[in-house]
């Protein structure tokens, strides 16, 4: 963890990478139950650099414990990932192989590297398992989950391909998604594991970009109809008028012209009478 600018907003894979040094730590028993607990919580609760950077300064990170490294988190913003899901299956080392919820919860989500096989126990707990903005270190992974009496969710992005093969004792997996095609070129995602008075969710959801951008787009259309239809309304209206304009227009023509010929039977009245008179005379 770098102390370049520990006041810089740290992301969710920033703190999921602490929360994975500290998972190891407790399985190596560096730190206790509740040093792990405590030092977790924090993680959580952190929002910047400078506040991760003590979690994990005193813990080592690899295989090697002779020479200890403290873990850093990258301030080099990560590339843009390629288009498409070829940009997706990176083939690299995964970010988190396994969790674990005793009586509390866990979360794998943001962007974060899913490896060929992910491992996760909930114990009067629950987990989720976040896939939407996540790469895959290879084009078919596993999710074992195990859960019992608590529950976990797995949610995947729109063209990935489920399977899902789990075993439930008065508990179960959820198959709704399954036999949905997956785009070419889209992972794999099986889904396996064991549940006992728990269960095991699978939902198909968009990011909240996507969903954002989808309701952009839909306030757009609509902007856009709303428009069209205040054109129609216009051009209704100017149509009405003009053929209401048409309409006085012939009504003073007909009205002139019935005056006109008022006034020429009169005068032709006038005229006979005048002659009637003179032929008297």
């Given at each position: 963890?770098?102390?370049?600018?520990p006041?810089?907003?740290a992301?969710?894979?920033?703190?999921?990478r602490?929360?994975e040094v500290?998972?190891?730590?407790?399985?190596?028993g560096r730190?206790?139950?509740?040093?792990?607990?405590?030092r977790?919580d924090?993680?959580?609760?952190?929002r910047?650099?400078?506040e991760?950077a003590p979690?994990?300064?005193?813990?080592?990170?690899?295989?090697?414990p002779?020479a200890p490294?403290?873990p850093?988190v990258?301030?080099?913003?990560?590339p843009?990932?390629?288009?498409?899901?070829?940009?997706?299956?990176?083939g690299a080392?995964?970010?988190?192989?396994?969790?674990?919820a005793?009586?509390?919860?866990f979360q794998?989500k943001?962007?974060?590297?899913?490896?060929?096989?992910?491992?996760s126990?909930?114990?009067?707990?629950g987990?989720?398992?976040?896939?939407?903005?996540?790469?895959?270190?290879?084009g078919?992974?596993?999710?074992n989950?195990v859960a019992?009496?608590g529950?976990?969710q797995?949610?995947?992005?729109p063209?990935v391909?489920v399977?899902?093969?789990?075993?439930?004792?008065?508990?179960?997996?959820?198959?709704?998604?399954?036999g949905?095609?997956?785009?070419?070129?889209?992972?794999?995602?099986?889904?396996?594991?064991?549940?006992?008075?728990?269960?095991v969710?699978?939902?198909?959801?968009?990011?909240?970009?996507?969903?954002?951008r989808?309701?952009?787009e839909r306030?757009?259309?609509?902007l856009?109809?709303?428009?069209?239809?205040?054109e129609l309304?216009?051009?209704?209206r100017e149509?009405?008028e003009?053929?209401?304009r048409r309409?006085?227009?012939?009504?003073?023509?007909m009205?002139?012209e019935?005056r006109?010929e008022?006034?020429?039977r009169r005068?032709?009245?006038?005229?006979?009478?005048d002659r009637?008179?003179?032929g008297?005379?």
């Open positions: 963890m770098t102390d370049d600018a006041e810089l907003r992301s969710d894979a920033d703190r999921e602490v929360a500290l998972r190891d730590a407790l399985a190596e730190l206790d139950m509740t040093e792990f607990e405590e977790l924090a993680t959580y609760k952190a910047t650099y400078g991760l979690i994990t300064r005193d813990l080592p990170v690899g295989e090697a002779a490294v403290a850093r990258s301030m080099t913003k990560e843009e990932r390629a288009g498409g899901w070829a940009g997706r299956i990176t080392e995964p970010s988190s192989t396994w969790a674990v005793v009586m509390s919860g794998r943001g962007r974060w590297t899913v490896p060929g096989r992910f491992n126990f909930a114990l009067w707990g987990g989720e398992i976040d896939l939407r903005e996540a790469d895959f270190s290879a078919e992974v596993v999710l989950c019992i009496m529950g976990m797995v949610i995947v992005p063209g391909e399977i899902v093969r789990g075993i439930g004792i008065m508990g179960g997996f959820d198959h709704r998604e399954e949905v095609p997956g785009d070419p070129g889209a992972p794999r995602v099986i889904v396996t594991g064991f549940a006992l008075w728990g269960g969710g699978v939902e198909r959801k968009v990011t909240r970009a996507e969903r954002l989808l309701k952009e306030r757009q259309e609509k856009e109809r709303r428009a069209a239809r205040r309304h216009s051009a209704v149509d009405a003009s053929a209401h309409m006085l227009e012939d009504h003073r023509d009205v002139r019935h006109e008022r006034r020429e005068e032709l009245r006038h005229e006979d009478r009637r008179r003179r008297e005379d």
